[in-house]
């Protein structure tokens, strides 16, 4: 039996999540803004525009394509997966909407010199730049002390949701990964689904610790 993975992402999403949650042996249920009710094992937090600012009580500073109903639903869905002790991966805007679901807060426009270390090449395509990972994290365990990730985002974690730490960093401070200390609960800046070339880190190994997790809380 599958572990069912509940995926919430954008509605132009590309299904590398899904293809992602499959190689690792998972069932993947992939929905922009799914029923928070539904039935599933563990849940995904894909990317996306940014969080309205008011869910962290903070007038707007430079947030932008904003989605409101988005912001409800994956709040509601990480209230729902701590109190039900579910697992929870959270990937780039997920990092995020797991911190503020567990009420801390994000800078919501880094310096312009961060914006740019953080941004797309002149081609289009994401960045890359290393990171450097906390000592007995799931990161380390999969990657070691360093890594290369690849990076498009102009918002990062600020103050730290109740329970959360941060489990890896950039050359600037930048948080770039987070865990619980009790909870089953990761997540993550940079996009693992898309990292798997060159010099980059395999991305999957993410996903292959995600499910074999969700298949111990599970009891599979």
């Known amino acids: 039996m599958k572990p069912k993975i509940l995926i919430s992402r954008s509605p132009e999403s590309s299904g590398l999540y899904e293809k992602a949650v499959e190689k690792a042996g998972g069932e993947p249920l992939s929905f922009y803004c799914p029923d ?3 039935d599933f094992d563990a849940l995904i937090l ?4 940014d969080v309205d600012p008011l869910e962290f009580r903070e007038r707007n500073h430079g947030s932008r394509e904003i989605d409101v109903p988005r912001d409800k639903v994956e709040i509601a869905l990480v ?9 929870i991966l959270g990937i780039c805007r997920g990092h995020q909407v797991v911190n503020i679901a567990m009420g801390g807060n994000i800078y919501q426009d880094m310096t312009p010199e961060l914006v740019a270390y953080h941004g797309e090449n002149p081609e289009g395509t994401p960045g ?13 365990e999969l990657y ?5 990730v ?8 600020y ?3 109740q329970g959360l730490y941060a489990t890896a960093w950039d050359e600037h401070g930048v948080v770039e990964a987070m865990q619980h ?3 089953p609960i990761w997540t993550v800046q940079f996009h693992p689904e898309q990292l798997a070339r060159g010099e980059e880190a395999d991305g999957q190994k993410i996903f292959d610790y995600f499910l074999e997790q969700c298949r111990k809380h599970c009891g599979m």
């Not at 209230?79 to 697992?87: D, F, I, M």
């Not at 890359?128 to 380390?140: C, E, K």
């Not at 690849?150 to 974690?157: E, V």
């Open 36 to 38: 928070p009710e539904m």
């Open 46 to 49: 894909g990317g996306g525009g």
């Open 79 to 87: 209230t729902r997966c701590v109190y039900e002790n579910k697992p």
């Open 128 to 140: 890359t730049h290393p990171i450097r990972v906390a000592m007995l994290t799931m990161l380390d």
């Open 144 to 148: 070691g002390r360093e890594m290369v």
């Open 150 to 157: 690849n990076t498009s985002h102009h918002q990062a974690i």
């Open 159 to 161: 103050k730290f949701g």
């Open 181 to 183: 200390g009790s909870l």
